[in-house]
């Protein structure tokens, strides 16, 4: 591997070492994952691909667009950045998803799903109209082929004459297994005259797992109104060539049957059949888990992660759903493909006929909470909060706009550390407080998330957002908390003082608090400290108070502009008050990764930052 450099040394190896090196490129990235996390599983799964793909294709005069980009480690190492891999989602060291501005070698940025077929015929289309000979290929996978962008993209591409090649990487699984009716489409795909010529090798490779079962189960079943001519009814109906499906995991099929359709022009999908976590058998054996499974030792498998007894908000979130779905059968639970990351696999199971997971697309997520909403339920629907910037017009119109009491729990909301620019979530706030009829709130710990969401339960008046961090709570017993009464639109004072009130919001009321009491004790005097609790509708009672000091400093674990500080400031003005008003929150950028303590401290947003900024008040 080490005499790889760039694409073109593939060239020169023959069948054999091209096997040789994708196991070679599998144990560095074990090696790597192992003690510097990362989504792992599914780059295993895709090596052979990605390897044959590089081999056949001639980048990057040739486009190769990755879909979510979590599978696309194997296309970095062979890109120039083997040794720049082991600093993978590390400050200064190389981003976690193809990026643009990383490598000529990343056609088209990526971090959320759907996007590659829709970009991939941008790229197409440019070339023919520039009269270029460049190929362009898609490829596709995790789930990502359930988006509505992704549909949307294949009706575009089957109605154009663009020369692209979509590469479906259908390895069963998203992050959870994956879910609704085109995946059972696909599943049934596999029953076709094309597979089965390779069945019997395909199921050595799977093994004795769910896979198997799942292809044996459809064989067995009766063939009738399910198998076509080609196998590929539905990408056929969308105006694309169906080929295959074939085994991604075996390099020289897959470059034999590149080389065959690199000869072929129009618009065409290639159905590849990989295991998730191949050529480690703990990811393996659990996909789910090894997506992203932290730190782990690679000779046993045991993952590395220290124990702590403090909960994470996605897990407070989850349990206490639980407790009130016990008690109202009103209550669902909606996720978009992100059951296991919100917190909410012990919901599905108890509660079956109440969890839906409805595949990665969020905008489907809004509407299906809206109209189960306006039938009567109560639906609480989990998102993380950087793709819930997908659903932006489906929660205006569809939720808003009919004043609908869907309760939009925004996990991941603020910084979120190594996954990067893609996924951090500082938008919310800003993008949503423009809504009318939008309640907008954030718990200060895992008590008020406990409060809130029994409040959010009993509130009939339109759509409520519920923010929280990726992480750790304060370590409060929340378990034994009863649920206190939260009063619409209000916040507290927490803290008394002078000269300076600070009016925070989310877990930011602590780290507030924590820089008071150090400018206390340094000085005797300290600043008054707000927990907001609601940005939307802002507590009247707070803003006059706050008109009443010298200065105001907001603290906010989003974007500044649009969010709380725009609020404090705005009403303000409006009141005519002389206070003098800063704020505190993620700048004017896009936050590259890092852990997520270097990212609030680079935002002046831990407890030392907020101190630096008022402690010149009080001494």
Request: hydrophobic residues 40%; glycine residues 12%; negative net charge.
């Amino acid at each position: 591997m080490q005499k790889i450099s760039s694409p073109s040394d593939l060239k020169s190896l023959v069948p054999e070492e091209l096997e040789a090196l994708c196991g070679e490129i599998r144990r560095h990235i074990v090696e790597c994952c192992s003690g510097n996390p990362g989504h792992l599983a599914s780059s295993l799964g895709a090596v052979d691909l990605t390897v044959g793909i590089h081999y056949v294709y001639n980048a990057p005069s040739d486009r190769i667009i990755f879909d979510v980009g979590h599978q696309a480690y194997a296309h970095k190492i062979l890109t120039g950045r083997m040794e720049a891999f082991r600093q993978n989602r590390k400050r200064d060291g190389i981003s976690g998803f193809p990026n643009r501005d990383e490598s000529e070698y990343d056609a088209f940025g990526v971090g959320h799903a759907s996007t590659s077929i829709s970009a991939a015929l941008g790229f197409a289309e440019a070339a023919r109209i520039a009269g270029r000979k460049e190929k362009v290929v898609a490829v596709i996978g995790d789930g990502a082929m359930t988006g509505g962008l992704a549909l949307e993209g294949l009706n575009n591409a089957g109605n154009s004459s663009a020369d692209i090649l979509i590469i479906l990487n259908d390895n069963d699984m998203a992050i959870d297994g994956n879910t609704g009716g085109l995946h059972s489409h696909l599943l049934n795909i596999t029953t076709n005259p094309t597979y089965n010529r390779f069945r019997d090798k395909l199921w050595d490779r799977l093994g004795a797992g769910k896979a198997r079962q799942m292809i044996q189960k459809l064989v067995r079943k009766t063939k009738q109104g399910l198998v076509t001519p080609s196998g590929g009814d539905l990408f056929e109906a969308f105006g694309l060539r169906y080929f295959g499906p074939i085994d991604g995991n075996d390099i020289n099929q897959v470059v034999s049957t590149l080389e065959r359709l690199r000869t072929i022009g129009g618009p065409k999908i290639l159905h590849v059949i990989t295991k998730k976590g191949k050529g480690y058998a703990p990811a393996e054996n659990d996909p789910t888990t090894w997506h992203a499974p932290g730190t782990f030792d690679i000779a046993t498998g045991k993952r590395l992660g220290g124990k702590t007894t403090v909960s994470r908000y996605q897990d407070v979130f989850g349990e206490v759903l639980c407790e009130m779905a016990e008690k109202d059968g009103r209550i669902v639970a909606i996720t978009p493909a992100m059951a296991t990351g919100s917190g909410l696999t012990g919901f599905a199971e108890k509660f079956p006929d109440r969890f839906f997971d409805v595949g990665i697309a969020e905008e489907h997520a809004a509407t299906f909470a809206a109209g189960l909403a306006a039938g009567g339920m109560k639906p609480f629907c989990s998102i993380y909060s950087s793709f819930a910037q997908r659903a932006f017009d489906e929660i205006i119109h569809d939720a808003a706009l009919q004043h609908l009491p869907v309760v939009f729990c925004l996990d991941r909301a603020g910084l979120v550390g190594e996954d990067g620019a893609t996924h951090q979530g500082v938008f919310d706030m800003a993008s949503l407080r423009c809504i009318p009829g939008m309640t907008i709130t954030a718990p200060a710990n895992e008590n008020e998330l406990k409060d809130l969401m029994h409040w959010a339960l009993r509130e009939d008046r339109g759509p409520v957002v519920i923010r929280y961090p990726r992480g750790l709570g304060e370590g409060l017993d929340w378990r034994a908390h009863e649920p206190a009464d939260i009063e619409y639109g209000k916040g507290s004072k927490v803290c008394d003082g002078e000269r300076v009130a600070v009016i925070a919001l989310g877990p930011e009321v602590n780290r507030a608090m924590e820089a008071a009491r150090r400018i206390k004790e340094e000085t005797g005097r300290g600043p008054a400290i707000f927990n907001a609790r609601f940005l939307k509708p802002f507590d009247a009672d707070i803003l006059a108070q706050v008109s009443e000091y010298e200065a105001a400093l907001t603290v906010e674990e989003g974007c500044l502009k649009g969010g709380l500080f725009s609020e404090v400031a705005e009403g303000l003005a409006l009141a005519g008050a002389g206070t003098k008003v800063r704020g505190l929150g993620v700048p004017d950028i896009f936050i590259k990764q890092d852990s997520q303590a270097a990212q609030r401290k680079d935002c002046r947003l831990d407890a030392e930052g907020i101190y630096s900024e008022l402690i010149g008040w009080f001494r």
